[in-house]
């Protein structure tokens, strides 16, 4: 990160970087963010196809998250209703159960282990609270598959990582050789398509059903239908399981690592999240849905730590359309069909035009 710190002191929040016959111009501008971003150019970007390589072997590519144009349009409009105000209200007492158990858990583990690894902790809690929730599984009666679904996230993202640095995946022949962890992501790609199989399997032949009021988003997927009254592929419901796993686990696992760092770096900020928790939320009272709005600086803390520590520290989009960004009258830059456009969250949360302590 350093070295884009110095591109920025060097070239400004706008500049262009080539690779081989590839363009990419790097843009933390708000207001031509908002042209790539928002509807008046959205339709002249596709999702890059560097981003659709990292995360194909992860979700597969019929999702909310690498999908496009009509494909995108569709499956929102089907999966809208999982996101109604009631039916993530009617998850909380499940949130909370999950919650209290995880937490007896690390107390009661604390007597005997000297040192706690509280990522792979938040790792845990995560996954588990997605599976109850979201898919109505409890993980006590699934042997070992959090130790295997975690064990699986992580070393097929180290992976990825490893082989994206390397191009790896850019070359097809290459890409194939059982070198370079390729291996390890075959296998760590069928344990996680395993593990969803395996929640459709039971949710279709009735083994399992929702834990909330209110249908889940397994019920969701299963069936929803669109305008013209077609539902969801076996392919696009594996999908789109595949990414509520890692959208509901690994992204909010991470939040709460640097979350816990902040305040561990912090002492005052601790202090004062706790008061505003013992005043909200006494010993031995359970929390509501309606608690939670009490906690304003809890709120902010995790605000912070987002702009901070952002889940995506880089955003791609690729033009099919050519056209123009940027205010008229001001600077305008014209985008060539095939050129991507890249955002870094990092340095765009830290920029002291718009936070006045962009460090703290």
């Not at 659709?52 to 992860?58: A, D, G, I, S, T």
């Not at 993980?139 to 191009?167: C, H, P, W």
């Not at 399997?201 to 969701?220: E, G």
Request: aromatic share 8%; glycine share 4%.
């Amino acid at each position: 990160m350093d070295y884009r710190l110095e591109l920025v002191e060097k070239h400004g929040y706008t500049y262009v970087i080539s690779f081989g016959p590839s363009i990419i111009l790097i843009v933390m501008e708000p207001d031509m963010l908002t042209d790539v971003f928002g509807r008046s150019h959205a339709q002249d970007y596709k999702k890059s196809s560097d981003s659709v390589e990292f995360l194909k072997p992860l979700i597969g590519v019929h999702n909310l998250l690498l999908s496009d144009g009509a494909e995108h349009e569709r499956a929102r409009k089907m999966l809208n209703p999982a996101f109604h105000f009631v039916k993530l209200q009617s998850m909380f007492p499940i949130i909370v159960e999950q919650t209290n158990k995880a937490i007896d858990a690390l107390l009661q583990s604390s007597t005997t282990r000297p040192v706690i690894d509280f990522q792979a902790e938040f790792n845990d809690i995560t996954l588990t609270i997605i599976a109850s929730s979201a898919f109505g599984k409890d993980f006590e009666t699934m042997t070992d598959s959090k130790r295997i679904v975690r064990q699986a996230f992580v070393e097929l993202l180290n992976v990825i990582g490893y082989r994206t640095l390397r191009m790896i995946d850019h070359i097809p022949i290459i890409s194939q050789l059982p070198f370079w962890g390729k291996q390890i992501m075959d296998k760590s790609s069928k344990d996680i398509s395993d593990f969803v199989d395996r929640i459709i399997a039971d949710r279709r032949q009735n083994r399992s059903q929702s834990l909330s009021s209110y249908d889940d988003i397994l019920d969701l997927l299963l069936s929803a239908v669109d305008a013209e009254g077609s539902p969801f592929s076996p392919q696009e419901i594996k999908d789109q399981a595949l990414t509520f796993v890692l959208a509901g686990h690994e992204t909010t696992s991470n939040l709460m690592t640097w979350i816990l760092y902040v305040l561990m770096t912090n002492e005052q900020l601790l202090q004062t999240c706790r008061e505003e928790v013992d005043r909200v939320l006494p010993i031995g009272m359970t929390p509501t849905f309606e608690d939670i709005g009490k906690l304003i600086v809890c709120e902010a803390i995790i605000q912070e730590a987002l702009r901070l520590y952002p889940p995506a520290t880089f955003i791609t989009r690729e033009c099919i359309r050519e056209h123009s960004i940027g205010s008229e009258g001001q600077r305008q830059i014209r985008i060539p069909v095939g050129a991507v456009v890249s955002v870094n969250t990092y340095i765009l949360h830290r920029r002291e035009e718009f936070w006045p302590r962009p460090n703290e």
